[in-house]
């Protein structure tokens, strides 16, 4: 695989930023490559995933590529008081990395996935953008953003969602949403440690999404919000989204 970091500045954020990079070694003439968009967590930055876990062994074989942007602590929003992090993320993004990498923009080749503040930013993706992804997965993602324990744990919130949370960042209204519209939703995944403080947050959008009806792949372990669980826990993801196994 190859590995890279890319500096570059973004119109969208009116700023310098970077991404980390993955690729497939070999790659014929003219061919594109399926690609998973990873997303970080709170207070982490592009190079978590690459620094925390082995992705880079794990992804080795499955012909795939990976973009790592840097979301800085948004929440992968337009935030209120800051960066429009998601117009950067689901709309410049995409076409950047596109311009330089061999990347597939096909629905069949594109998954997002992210921990934490990611898995929020993955499934907001997945909900917001059906039709551009196949898969997405959260590792005890922040599902539901409106809940006590996200609010007491992120002092900032005003000044990235405002006062009051919109509808088009709450993901139990945009699952709602996506349903109503008949819209082909990807498939989901969903892994959360038992002793996690977003757990009790998981078990609820989990069952909020079975009664819309909606399947998910649930995994569940004994663990906190660490990433050694979720370091034992990507492959079992990358092999449910493969097709190589079941999670």
């Keep these: 695989m190859a590995q890279l970091t890319c500096r ?25 490559c399926p690609v998973l968009w990873l997303l ?5 930055d592009h190079t978590a995933w ?16 990976v973009i790592m942007p840097d979301g800085a602590n948004s929440y992968y929003t337009n935030m209120k008081q800051g960066r429009p992090y998601w117009d950067f993320l689901s709309h410049e993004l995409p076409l950047i990395a596109r311009s330089w990498f061999p990347l597939s923009q096909k629905r069949e080749d594109n998954y997002v996935a992210g921990l934490s503040m990611g898995g929020y930013g993955a499934f907001k993706l997945a909900l917001r953008q059906p039709d551009l992804f196949a898969a997405a997965g959260s590792f005890a993602g922040a599902l539901d953003i409106q809940s006590p324990v996200m ?11 405002g006062e009051e949370v919109e509808p088009e960042e709450n993901l139990f209204v945009l699952a709602s949403r ?5 819209q082909e939703i990807p498939r989901l995944f969903q892994f959360c440690g038992t002793e996690d403080f977003l ?15 909606i399947p998910v792949t649930w995994r569940e372990e004994r663990g906190i919000h660490d990433w050694d669980v979720w370091d034992r826990n990507f492959p079992l993801f990358l092999e449910w989204l493969t097709g190589r196994g079941e999670a």
Aim: net charge positive; charged share 30%; with cysteine.
């Design 178 to 182: 996506a349903r109503d519209r008949g």
């Design 50 to 65: 690459c620094r925390r876990t082995s992705l880079e062994r794990y992804v080795s074989g499955t012909g795939m590529a």
């Design 199 to 213: 757990y009790k947050d998981n078990l609820r959008f989990r069952d909020y999404l079975a009664g819309l009806d």
């Design 8 to 32: 570059f500045f973004s119109e969208t954020l009116n700023l310098a930023t970077v991404m980390s990079v993955i690729l497939p070694e070999r790659l014929e003439p003219g061919e594109k």
């Design 40 to 44: 970080h967590g709170y207070t982490e």
């Design 151 to 161: 609010k007491r744990r992120n002092s900032d919130f005003p000044l990235i969602f």
